[in-house]
């Protein structure tokens, strides 16, 4: 009992303090401004009557090796705040 113990404590201590998913710097209630500066990338304008607008954000995925990957964040805007997100990815074609 002892040793299970000692196995689950070490294995608590080295997880990471905060896991979590891959759309976690993004929050309900965020302004455009704030998304942009998080994002690092503009938003482009996809369709919504004004107050109701949705936005996109593409760029190059960071998936490790040689993968010809972009992402997009497809943004829900109601009020001028966020109220969902969507993240999309998509095989770049190869160029050989």
Not at 23 to 40: H, I, K, S, W
């Amino acid at each position: 009992m002892l040793r299970a113990v000692l196995i689950a404590a070490a294995l608590l201590a080295a997880a990471p303090a905060q896991a979590g998913s891959y759309n976690d710097p993004f929050a309900f209630g965020m302004t455009r401004e704030q998304v942009e500066q998080l994002a690092q990338a503009p938003l482009i304008y996809l369709s919504g009557p004004r107050g109701s607008e949705r936005y996109l954000i593409e760029r190059l995925s960071t998936v490790p090796g040689f993968y010809p990957v972009d992402t997009r964040i497809v943004l829900q805007f109601r009020r001028g705040r966020l109220t969902g997100w969507r993240r999309d990815w998509q095989m770049r074609p190869y160029w050989f």
